[in-house]
């Protein structure tokens, strides 16, 4: 059971915006940047956003993410069928003095 | 562009301990722009954090492995290192190896390697 909860699928039609949500507490979202990680079958995690809201280079801005209190979102806008992957957001605790996942959120595009 | 590349035994027999190498290739290990790190991922389920070292040789462990685990580099051979003791089946994962430029945005990952405890 992760600190950090997320929930475990999201599904949405191309084109269309979703949401994952990321929800912590005062020891890790609240008081730490969060990153977002995005997952292909069979490949390791690709970074999408750092420090809440900061794309990589080469990131498309379909993708971006904001923080409230102890809680981190990733939207996605202009869904295509290759974003179908999971989904996980990290985060410094400093209670466990360690970072910590979340669980992930399996994201398919119908 | 830094590349990573995990090696070492892909079968461990229970009790035993588990030992991991990350070569880095395009950039030296003792860069004090990076942090190194290995994360695993247990067939079918999320990621864990497992632990991290810096280019001062400061570590970092998640406290529910900590007891078992030790990260280290070796700047001869520009590699770091994982090492898990006393494992069981509950260790059986993919074990990636990481490194990252706090700040920037910007880490690289391994390609990934299972490891299987099994007698």
């Known amino acids: 059971q992760s600190v950090l909860t997320q929930a475990p699928s999201a599904s949405g039609t191309p084109g269309q915006r979703v949401t994952i949500s990321c929800s912590g507490s005062?020891?890790?979202?609240?008081?730490?940047?969060v990153y977002w990680y995005q997952q292909l079958p069979g490949t390791a995690p690709k970074l999408l956003i750092y420090?809440?809201?900061q794309r990589p280079s080469g990131v498309p801005d379909r993708f971006s993410g904001s923080k409230s209190g102890t809680s981190a979102s990733l939207a996605i806008s202009g869904l295509r069928s290759e974003d179908e992957a999971d989904y996980y957001c990290a985060v410094w605790d400093d209670s466990l003095s360690g970072q910590v996942f979340g669980g992930g959120t399996k994201l398919t595009v119908l | 562009q830094l590349q990573l590349q995990e090696s070492g035994p892909g079968l461990v027999k229970p009790s035993e301990t588990l030992s991991l190498t990350c070569t880095v290739s395009g950039g030296s290990i003792s860069s004090s722009t990076y942090y190194w790190g290995w994360i695993r991922q247990p067939p079918g389920k999320g990621l864990e954090w497992i632990g991290s070292?810096?280019?001062?040789?400061?570590?970092y462990y998640n406290p529910s492995l900590k007891s078992r685990v030790t990260i280290s580099v070796d700047t001869s051979k520009n590699t770091f290192s994982l090492k898990l003791t006393s494992v069981t089946a509950a260790d059986t994962a993919v074990y990636y190896c990481m490194g990252a430029a706090p700040g920037t945005g910007v880490d690289y990952w391994g390609q990934g390697t299972l490891v299987t405890v099994s007698s």
């Open positions: 420090r809440n809201n």
């Open positions: 070292i810096s280019y001062s040789g400061s570590t």
């Open positions: 005062s020891s890790n979202i609240g008081n730490n940047y």
